[in-house]
């Protein structure tokens, strides 16, 4: 199984910061890869699908990149309703996978 | 509007069965897989499984191949997850999911239900 690690695990930020999060697959998955951001008590909310495509809805300050084994998502400027916690997720024909999850704190 | 709205919340003694259910709305029910997911108490997201409503073609994580089964009733647009034997590890939030598009290239998720919170305790 493809294995996805998400880091760092935890980031404290204020308003306004660049934040960057990274997702690196075991093995290389194209750009077979999405990115959620989850509230506390609600369901996953999708941001990103296909590595760098955004949601329709989502706030032009998220973005996607990479392909291969090592992805990012980065939030431009960071703004209240972002603290949360973020999840990138692979996918292919057999399996998918979430990676660990990213908790973005107020610092 | 495309909704999924599930079943609600259960308390359960360990050994007994459960199905919980995710009922799909605003469009062809069979034409998009449906997805389901655990997150135990304040842990990560886990992929467990889906299923094709047009046939009931299922494919399970390893890690929950055996411990629960998909199923869906097209009539009248529910998909089901269930359990024969319930264990305390068992209690977590379960969400189902619907993808965008039928195919490989649509494996991420802009709709998701509401989720269902599964207890399991003596």
């Known amino acids: 199984d493809i294995q996805m690690t998400q880091s760092p695990s935890t980031l404290s930020a204020s308003v306004g910061d660049r934040v960057t999060i990274t997702c690196r697959a075991s093995?290389?998955?194209?750009?077979?890869l999405a990115w959620y951001q989850q509230k506390p008590g609600k369901a996953p909310k999708l941001m990103i699908y296909?590595?760098?495509s955004l949601e329709s809805g989502v706030p032009s300050r998220f973005s996607g990149s990479g392909s291969g084994t090592e992805f990012t998502l980065t939030i431009s400027s960071l703004q209240p309703d972002d603290f949360a916690t973020y999840y990138c997720?692979?996918?292919?024909?057999?399996?998918?996978?979430f990676g660990q999850g990213t908790k973005v704190e107020i610092k | 509007e495309v909704q999924l709205v599930q079943s609600g919340a259960e308390v359960k003694k360990p050994g007994e069965s459960l199905r919980i259910s995710c009922k799909g709305s605003?469009?062809?029910?069979?034409?998009?897989?449906i997805t389901w997911v655990r997150q135990m108490p304040g842990k990560g997201l886990e992929w467990m499984g889906r299923?094709?409503?047009?046939?009931?073609?299922?494919i399970y994580s390893p890690s929950f191949q055996g411990h629960v089964t998909m199923s869906v009733d097209k009539s009248i647009s529910t998909a089901y997850l269930q359990w024969s034997s319930l264990k305390a590890s068992d209690s977590a939030m379960y969400y189902c999911?619907?993808?965008?598009?039928?195919?490989?290239?649509?494996?991420?998720?802009?709709?998701w239900g509401q989720g269902t919170l599964v207890t399991v305790s003596s």
């Open positions: 997720q692979h996918f292919n024909s057999y399996s998918e996978t």
């Open positions: 299923i094709d409503p047009s046939d009931s073609h299922t």
């Open positions: 999911a619907r993808r965008p598009c039928y195919y490989d290239s649509c494996g991420y998720y802009p709709q």
């Open positions: 605003g469009y062809s029910f069979s034409g998009y897989w």
């Open positions: 296909r590595a760098s």
């Open positions: 093995q290389s998955i194209s750009s077979w």
